[in-house]
C-alpha cells in the first residue's frame, strides 16, 4: 500500500505554526535615513531670518556712538618715576637669613590618626616630615603636619614640586631661631 506523504504536516499536536518575525533592519535603515535628513535640512529649518527692524535701528544707533580712542598707552609713556638707589628694596632670597628657617606645613588635624597617615605618606615621597601638637585659643588641640626645615630654597622649592606633584598643597611658614 503506498502512503500519501504530502498532505501531512509536520506539526502533528495542530498547533499553528509560529509567526515569521520581521527583520529589525527596516525601521533601523528607515530611522537612519530620517536622521541623515534631519541633520543636513534641520537647520536650515531652524535658522531665524533677520528681522529687518533690527538691521536699521543697529544703524541708527551706530551713528550717535563716538569712536573710541585709548589714552592707556600715551599716558604712561609721560610719567616716569624715577627711583634713588636708597629707596630699593634688597631680595631677601639672595641673602640667606640666618636667624630663621623655613618650613612646608602640608595639613592641619583635630585627629592625630589623619596627621599619621599624611605623615606617612609624605615620608614615602623621601621628605623628612614630623608632628607638631598645638592648641588654639578655643582650647581645642590640633595636629601640624611639618616637612622640613629647609637649608636652602633650592630643597624648599625641590620638596614643594615633590608635594604639588602628589596633589599635597603646601603652606610656607618662617620661624625665627631662638639662641
Known amino acids: ?25 527596516g525601521p533601523f535603515f528607515a530611522g537612519l535615513i530620517i536622521g541623515g535628513l534631519a541633520v543636513q535640512f534641520g537647520p536650515m529649518l531652524l535658522a ?13 544707533e551706530g551713528a550717535k ?19 634713588s638707589k636708597d629707596e630699593l628694596v ?15 606645613q602640608i595639613g592641619s588635624f583635630q585627629n592625630k590618626g589623619d596627621a599619621e597617615s599624611l605623615r606617612g605618606q609624605v615620608t614615602l615621597l623621601n621628605l623628612s616630615a614630623n608632628i607638631e601638637t598645638f592648641v588654639d585659643n578655643a582650647g581645642e588641640q ?5 616637612v622640613g626645615p629647609f637649608a636652602n630654597s633650592s630643597k624648599m622649592a625641590s620638596a614643594q614640586a615633590r608635594l604639588a606633584e602628589n596633589r599635597i598643597n603646601t603652606l610656607l611658614i618662617k620661624r625665627n631661631i631662638q639662641r
Open 1 to 25: 500500500m503506498a502512503q500519501d506523504y504530502s498532505r501531512k504536516s509536520s506539526n502533528r499536536s495542530g498547533q499553528k505554526k509560529p509567526a515569521q518575525q520581521k527583520s529589525p533592519l
Open 48 to 60: 531665524k531670518k533677520p528681522d529687518s527692524s533690527i538691521k536699521q535701528s543697529a544703524a541708527t
Open 65 to 83: 556712538v563716538p569712536s573710541l580712542t585709548f589714552t592707556f598707552d600715551d599716558m604712561f609713556k609721560q610719567s616716569e618715576v624715577i627711583i
Open 90 to 104: 634688597v631680595d631677601k632670597k639672595a641673602a640667606p637669613d640666618k636667624d630663621s628657617n623655613y618650613l612646608l
Open 142 to 146: 590640633w595636629h601640624r603636619v611639618l
